[in-house]
Nanobody, 122 residues
Framework: VQLQASGGGLVQTGGSLRLSCAAS????????VGWFRQAPGREREFVAA?????GRAYYADSRFTISRDNAKNTLYLQMNSLKPEDTAVYYC???????????????????WGQGTLVTVSS
């Protein structure tokens, strides 16, 4: 499985961005997919996750919405009302298909995209 994140950029406080994560390869090898972020000097932290087959989404922040388009093999993260503290590199990730449980722990995700930088200016 290969994941390619995109959509990051510079936005002002209060603005919105939509991140995309295109999946390729053996996408049947993944089930739980999610977004994490990492700011300089900080631990990678959970943002949102959902099962690729559909189902409940889990969020660390209600300003964000995760969705997926199975036909396009693409995962999205809509981010609204952005704040300077949201500045970070955002990564998409996936757990193996044998796992169906959402996890907030980035160490339990096997597949990772390269990250896309989001900068929110004050």
């Amino acid at each position: 499985v290969q994941l390619q994140a995109s959509g990051g950029g510079l936005v002002q406080t209060g603005g919105s961005l939509r991140l995309s994560c295109a999946a390729s390869g053996r996408t049947s090898s993944m089930n739980v997919v999610g977004w994490f972020r990492q700011a300089p000097g900080r631990e990678r932290e959970f943002v949102a996750a959902i099962t690729w087959s559909g189902g409940r989404a889990y969020y660390a922040d209600s300003r964000f919405t995760i969705s997926r388009d199975n036909a396009k093999n693409t995962l999205y993260l809509q981010m609204n009302s952005l704040k300077p503290e949201d500045t970070a590199v955002y990564y998409c990730a996936a757990r193996p298909a044998t796992v169906t449980v959402i996890s907030y722990n980035h160490r339990q995700y096997k597949y990772w995209g390269q990250g896309t930088l989001v900068t929110v200016s004050s």
